[in-house]
């Protein structure tokens, strides 16, 4: 009996280390996530700012506009 009760305790213990490396890997695959994530809003990011540096060349070609408008009158 004894030696049943230990060869149990073997198996359910090598259960458990086997749920544990499950466990770890999924917690890679999530920060592999996150890390996707964090990449994705940098680009993002960079593409406001490409944006806004559209926007602030449209407004100096404005600027000129109005100008020659004046020489003109």
Do not use: F, L, S
């Amino acid at each position: 009996m004894k030696e049943e009760k230990k060869q149990k305790q073997q198996q359910q213990q090598q259960q458990q280390q086997r749920q544990q490396q499950q466990q770890q890997q999924q917690q890679r695959q999530q920060q592999q996530q996150q890390q996707k994530q964090q990449q994705q809003q940098r680009q993002q990011r960079q593409q406001q700012q490409k944006q806004q540096q559209q926007q602030q060349q449209e407004q100096q070609q404005q600027q000129h506009q109005q100008q020659q408008q004046q020489q003109q009158q």
